[in-house]
């Protein structure tokens, strides 16, 4: 009888304690967020894939030209205070000469210098070509001439001009001074000089 009881109890305690237990509650579901969208894709038209090409494409730049070369006729144009020179240049002939190979050394006087001219005297050598290309004639030298070193220099008119260095470097040749020195040109250089040296 104790043998049935006690086994009667140890069975009545399982159950007791098995009526008790309660499953472990299952581990709540993650929710996963949904993958976004796939960025739509931009379809390629012929306006698109010309507008990349010329992004990647490197800008080629134009070539410019090479400066055309400047005689000593040139470079006198370009400057206003030569105007006058210029003009008789032209009107005696000289202009084409002047162009050629050269070397030459051109003493250039300026507007201000044919301003000394007395009254009158411009307009009456404007009319007499022969004696205006000698007035101009006058103003040459063939080749490069060092003015540090010149003391006489034969014109291409047939004269003489001569030249003075004062102590402080100043140029003067006949009445003149030269006020401006190696202005370069293709076929020579140009002195400047503030009167007209007549010959």
Excluded: R
Aim: with cysteine; hydrophobic share 45%.
């Amino acid at each position: 009888m104790k043998f049935q009881f006690s086994a009667l109890a140890i069975v009545m305690t399982l159950a007791a304690c098995g009526g008790d237990a309660t499953p472990p509650a299952a581990p709540a579901s993650v929710e996963t967020p949904a993958p976004s969208a796939a960025p739509a894709a931009v379809a390629a038209t012929p306006e698109t894939a010309v507008a990349k090409a010329e992004e990647k494409a490197p800008e080629v730049k134009a070539e410019e030209p090479p400066p055309a070369p400047k005689t000593i006729v040139d470079v006198a144009a370009a400057n206003s205070e030569f105007s006058t020179l210029v003009s008789a240049l032209k009107e005696a002939g000289l202009d084409d000469d002047l162009k050629a190979a050269g070397p030459f050394t051109v003493f250039a006087p300026t507007d201000e210098a044919f301003k000394k001219l007395p009254k009158g005297a411009l307009e009456k050598l404007l009319k007499d070509k022969k004696k205006l290309a000698k007035v101009l004639q006058n103003h040459v030298v063939e080749g490069k001439l060092d003015l540090a070193k010149a003391k006489d220099a034969k014109t291409l008119s047939g004269g003489k001009l001569k030249f003075k260095t004062s102590k402080d470097g100043a140029v003067s040749v006949g009445k003149s001074n030269v006020t401006k020195t190696e202005i370069e040109a293709t076929n020579g250089v140009i002195h400047v000089v503030d009167a007209v040296l007549m010959p």
